[in-house]
């Protein structure tokens, strides 16, 4: 896990809240935070990030795309 603490600061220092941020990603405020805790976004977030003139060295790693054939199945216990 990696956190964005270099992009949060940056946030702070221009005045750039998770509002904000949230209405130019289509997310909600809570949906940027976790993904900032986080440290990973999709390959959509990353390509929004840098349309909106944020330094790339300072956004999330974008995570690797589910397998469609896995998608919405956890882990088995059998």
């Known amino acids: 896990m990696r956190e964005c603490k ?3 600061k940056f946030m702070k220092k221009n005045f750039i809240s998770y509002r ?3 209405r130019a ?3 909600s405020p809570g949906g940027v935070h976790k993904m900032l805790e986080r440290g990973t976004c999709t390959a959509e977030q990353h390509a929004r990030f840098v349309d909106l003139g ?3 060295n300072m956004l999330p790693v974008v995570r690797a795309p589910r397998l ?3 998608q919405g199945q956890g882990c088995s216990t059998k």
């Open 54 to 56: 944020f330094p790339e």
């Open 6 to 8: 270099r992009l949060k």
């Open 20 to 22: 904000d941020l949230a």
């Open 25 to 27: 990603l289509g997310m």
């Open 68 to 70: 469609p054939a896995f």
